[in-house]
């Protein structure tokens, strides 16, 4: 049964702490409920994310994701649990969050995303959450969305620190005004290397499914333009303004990239 509010009476018990946000409402849930996100990469920040949209009533989620679960992304990829070693993340993920909301649209690419699927998958969501760890994902995702004029919900983490930025085509910087070009290969240590703590992947996972939220029912103030880093062994979160590259090469005024390019993959996958 359909309620004034434009959902069933199940929903509005489901959403109620949602509901009686004034800033939120019934309107806002039922934007959340008409919206979709596509998350690259179901692991350390892609679970977090997934698992608190699903939540909160996202009515579309897009994966992205061709691994299967090992045993060490036990640590931090929450999606996944002991049984699911072995198995693709995909099947993982589409059992945990179709259990968790039967109001979910649930879309799985069992792929890589590259410069040949990059636009077309992206395309068909209404924003986009970076859940990747290695540079070549990052500026492909930054440069489709921008071509596609799509907000993008940009987080990197690091044994035991993390970042994030929301990106909005022509209101805000770009990953590449903060990051013109790559590192140099071998420069920034791969996860196997480094290590991180795994609830430093969950702490920005939630993060971008919140700003997320944010910008899918346009309230508050999303990231834009501000990097927010975090420093989980000092307890500190710090924000940084970053201005928009007027001659960045995708974003500026006069862009020399014009088409997607893969780069060449870095020794750490998926976070």
């Known amino acids: 049964m359909t309620t004034p509010f434009g959902m069933t009476e199940e929903q509005i018990e489901r959403y109620a702490r949602?509901?009686?946000?004034?800033?939120?409402?019934?309107?806002?849930?039922?934007?959340?409920?008409?919206?979709?996100?596509?998350?690259?990469?179901?692991?350390?920040?892609?679970?977090?994310?997934?698992?608190?949209?699903?939540?909160?009533?996202?009515?579309?989620?897009?994966?992205?994701?061709m691994d299967v679960v090992d045993l060490s992304n036990l640590q931090r990829q929450v999606l996944h649990h002991t049984p699911d070693v072995g198995h693709p993340k995909l099947d993982s993920a589409r059992r945990k969050l179709t259990a968790m909301n039967p109001d979910l649209e649930l879309v799985t690419h069992e792929t890589r995303l590259m410069s040949h699927n990059a636009l077309e998958f992206l395309a068909d969501y209404d924003v986009i959450i970076d859940g990747t760890d290695n540079f070549p994902a990052r500026y492909l995702i930054n440069d489709a969305c921008v071509m596609?004029?799509?907000?993008?919900?940009?987080?990197?983490i690091f044994r035991f620190e993390g970042q994030i930025l929301v990106i909005k085509p022509g209101e805000g910087p770009c990953y590449?005004?903060?990051?013109?070009?790559?590192?140099?290969?071998?420069?920034?240590?791969?996860?196997?290397?480094?290590g991180i703590l795994g609830s430093v992947a969950g702490v920005l996972g939630v993060?971008?499914?919140?700003e997320a939220i944010k910008v899918l029912c346009g309230i508050g103030s999303p990231l834009v333009?501000?990097?927010?880093?975090?420093?989980?062994?000092?307890?500190?979160?710090?924000?940084?303004?970053?201005?928009?590259?007027p001659a960045c090469a995708i974003c500026g005024s006069?862009?020399?990239?014009?088409?997607?390019?893969?780069?060449?993959?870095?020794?750490?996958?998926l976070p």
Not at 229 to 242: C, Q, S
């Open 176 to 194: 590449r005004c903060l990051y013109p070009d790559p590192p140099p290969a071998g420069l920034v240590p791969s996860c196997q290397e480094a």
């Open 148 to 156: 596609l004029g799509k907000p993008l919900i940009h987080a990197g």
């Open 254 to 269: 006069n862009p020399t990239i014009t088409e997607l390019e893969d780069l060449e993959l870095a020794p750490c996958q």
């Open 225 to 245: 333009g501000r990097l927010l880093i975090y420093d989980a062994l000092n307890a500190d979160f710090r924000k940084v303004r970053i201005p928009r590259d």
């Open 18 to 65: 949602h509901i009686i946000l004034p800033e939120m409402g019934g309107v806002g849930q039922r934007k959340l409920l008409a919206s979709s996100a596509l998350i690259v990469g179901a692991g350390g920040l892609g679970s977090p994310a997934a698992l608190y949209l699903v939540a909160a009533g996202l009515g579309k989620l897009g994966l992205v994701d």
């Open 207 to 210: 993060l971008q499914a919140t």
